[in-house]
């Protein structure tokens, strides 16, 4: 009677479940809602075809950059350069999270799965002696202070994260097929940890028998750069942010109940080129060209003009990250101000062999590996160079583990759909 009892249950669930439906193929029912995500601070570039290629002879005879037509897919990109008091934030938000497991006790609570967390509710008290106490470890010792400051040690602020290798477990078919071990989910997950605080120095080491000391000083942390582009970020730096910000906003849309985001990310050479000329096929420049001023004499963009004369575009430096006009995407500053990184490994002969079709080459280069091999690709150019690195087919590099005072970055996020115009 029991098992009878318990096969009427069952089959009244399974026939209540199946009159929803009507015998129709109606899909997966009350799937949620889902509408597009526009973060703060970002623009849409929609998918188009980009021509790439040389704008103008190639002064280094280098042949780095070959004629190729690239479709790209639609996606979000920052308006202005990441800046100092964006980036501050994320210096932050590790400091306040190393302190908050430091103190302990309710700072630190239990989600849902049983996982440890930060009770971002509960305040730091960082003046309070027991405080003090609990955080010692943060500054630097009194042997090492300058002027009696207790100053906290940048080396302190590490950002560890975890991500799954993608690329690795694609290759998981193949190795079944030849026989050999098939790797095991906890096999590609991969875990690092990045100092965050940005190399302050470079202002110094960039430059022999020059006086930039101020900009050392002064350049991250003073309210009167906080709209700067950050510098002294390497690659590695640049793409811990991204990681951080996508987990940030996600984790805010967890707590409304909202569906996450795709992931943000350093935009590949394609992306970047793409949104850089600003739907103008062929032209040198963002702005069109080929000239670096406006009918009014006034220069376009922040670079080193002429043989030298650094202040004649209106900064000795950096600029503020909304300087000058737009694009016609409404990206700032995608020529000039600070060279940008992106996604992609740096080969010279790298469109020889990348896909038409969202073209991207990345490589994740090991300590031991040749430093050529750590090469990411810049673009853009900065406040320091010639005008040819700003021409918007100019590829240059710099070493994936390097900091500069003249690169920054900027981050993207695939647009999920057809097109942003799309009716639902």
């Known amino acids: 009677m029991k098992k009878l009892l318990v096969l009427f249950i069952v089959l009244s669930l399974f026939g209540c479940a199946n009159d929803a439906f009507k015998g129709e193929l109606l899909g997966s029912l009350n799937r949620p809602n889902w509408y597009h995500v526009m973060p703060y601070g970002v623009v849409y570039v929609p998918s188009g075809t980009l021509h ?3 704008s103008d002879q190639d002064v280094n005879s280098a ?3 070959r004629s190729k037509s690239i479709s790209v897919a639609g996606f979000y990109m920052d308006e202005t350069e990441i800046t100092n008091n964006e980036y501050r934030q994320f210096v932050n938000w590790v400091k306040d999270s190393i302190a908050h497991h430091l103190i302990g006790d309710d700072h630190l609570v239990e989600d849902a799965n049983g996982n440890e967390m930060i009770n971002w509710r509960k305040q730091i008290q960082w003046d309070d002696e027991e405080v003090k106490d609990a955080l010692e470890d943060m500054y630097y010792p009194e042997s090492e202070r300058f002027w ?5 040690d940048p080396h302190i602020l590490v950002y560890e994260y975890s991500y799954i290798d993608y690329r690795d477990a694609s290759k998981n078919e193949l190795r079944r097929r030849d026989g050999l071990p098939i790797k095991t989910r906890s096999e590609l997950i991969k875990t690092k940890k990045i100092d965050v ?3 302050t120095l470079v202002w110094i080491r960039d430059f022999t028998y020059s006086y930039n000391e101020p900009m050392t000083r002064h350049y991250f942390w003073h309210p009167a750069y906080d709209n700067y582009p950050v510098v002294g970020i390497d690659w590695h730096q640049a793409h811990a942010f991204t990681i951080w910000r996508t987990k940030f ?3 805010w849309r967890e707590k409304l109940y909202e569906l996450p985001i795709d992931n943000f990310r350093l935009p590949n050479e394609f992306e970047w080129e793409y949104a850089s000329r600003g739907g103008q096929a062929l032209n040198p420049f963002p ?3 080929p000239y670096l001023r406006n009918a009014k004499g006034c220069i376009l963009a922040n670079f080193k003009p002429g043989r030298g004369n650094y202040p004649d575009d209106g900064g000795l430096y950096t600029v503020k990250a909304t300087s000058y006009w737009p694009n016609d995407f409404g990206l700032y500053n995608m020529s000039g101000n600070v060279a940008e990184w992106t996604a992609d ?5 790298t469109l020889s062999f990348q896909h038409d079709l969202n073209g991207s080459y990345t490589y994740d280069a090991k300590i031991e590996d040749d430093p050529t091999l750590k090469r990411k690709s810049i673009r853009g150019g900065s406040w320091k160079d ?11 590099f710099e070493y994936a583990d390097t900091a500069k005072s003249y690169i920054g970055f900027r981050c993207v996020m695939s647009f999920l759909g057809r097109s942003i115009n799309d009716e639902y």
């Open 52 to 54: 790439i290629g040389p």
């Open 63 to 65: 042949l780095l950059t």
């Open 148 to 152: 009696g400051c207790r100053v906290i």
């Open 197 to 199: 605080y940005p190399d």
């Open 249 to 251: 906003m996600n984790d």
């Open 287 to 289: 702005w069109g060209g």
């Open 345 to 349: 490994a740096f080969e010279e002969n």
């Open 386 to 396: 010639i005008s040819y690195q700003l021409q918007n087919g100019t590829r240059s």
